[in-house]
């Protein structure tokens, strides 16, 4: 049975989903050990569905007009059944998470490299998490494991354990 984490569900899911969002996207969060353990669980099983379905794509070809009127051939990728209903399951589990411009970034340099991305936090696990796992699992010959806990003691304020729950 799940830790309650002294929340109603409601929170206790909300919480979860903060803190999956936050771990996925920056790879690292500080937390306390009972919220570590609840959200690894939590997490590994979004990455393991990632995992499974990050392949499934099909490919078609468009034919497109260009101004000219000239037809032109174009290969399309869009995601697949399997592949849409895991993302779409993510999606449920996770918040979306903003792309942030970079310090030195120009604007008109942040906004044509984030012009066609509507979901940062399911690009990154589906096109850069979930194809390390794979190769990793096919390496190793075991799933899972896909978070590491450290525990560094007890909190100065209130004395509470503390962790650092990070991808592996």
Known sequence: MPG?????????????RNQASQLLWYGKIETTAPKAKELQSYVEKLITKAVNTYDDNIEFEVVKKDKNGKEIKATNIKDGAKKLAARRAIMAKTYDLQEIK???????????????????????????????????????????????????????????????????
Do not use: C, W
């Open 102 to 168: 970079g310090f030195d970034e120009k604007k008109s340099a942040f906004k044509a490299r984030t012009a066609d991305v509507q979901h940062p936090l399911m690009d990154k696990l589906f096109n850069e998490i979930a194809p390390k796992y794979a190769a990793r699992k096919e390496e190793t010959k075991q799933g899972g494991g896909y978070t590491r806990i450290y525990l560094l003691g007890a909190r100065r304020g209130d004395g509470a354990e503390t962790a650092i729950i990070e991808l592996v």
């Open 4 to 16: 309650k984490l002294g929340r109603t569900s409601k929170e206790r899911n909300a919480l979860l």
